[in-house]
């Protein structure tokens, strides 16, 4: 069975940073992408960033291109996401996921949580002074 758990989650001031993991297991971690998603109060959840860890190519949506970034360490089957320079409209529940081959750039526009393969729970993010 698949699994992932996301934590580093809480609260920011803005301007400041965060780093979210989200740890695997019960998987080929190599043959999956990961994406993250966020699903701010009162909206519809949406594709953040993604990463494949068959090549290492990455896609970030407009919003947080430049302040955002992944990477991921295979032998801890856990992907990170760093996020710089947070602002308030980043203030959402952050979900990880993950997609056997996929591509990121498709990951991150996915709508129906049925595409992915496996969700973790969530991490709440707060940005707020």
């Known amino acids: 069975e698949v699994q992932l758990v996301e934590s580093g989650g809480g609260l920011v001031q803005p301007g400041g940073s965060l780093t979210l993991s989200c740890a695997a297991s019960g998987l080929r971690f190599s043959n999956y992408a990961i994406g993250w998603f966020r699903q701010a109060p009162g909206k519809e959840r949406e594709g953040v960033a993604a990463?494949?860890?068959?090549?290492?190519?990455?896609y970030y949506v407009a919003s947080v291109q430049g302040r955002f970034t992944l990477s991921s360490d295979r032998a801890k089957k856990t992907v990170y996401l760093q996020m710089n320079s947070l602002k308030p409209e980043d203030t959402a529940v952050y979900y990880c996921a993950a997609a056997r081959q996929g591509d990121p750039l498709v990951i991150v526009a996915i709508t129906d949580s049925r595409e992915m393969d496996s969700w973790g729970k969530g991490t709440l993010v707060n940005v707020s002074s």
């Open positions: 990463i494949s860890n068959e090549d290492d190519h990455t």
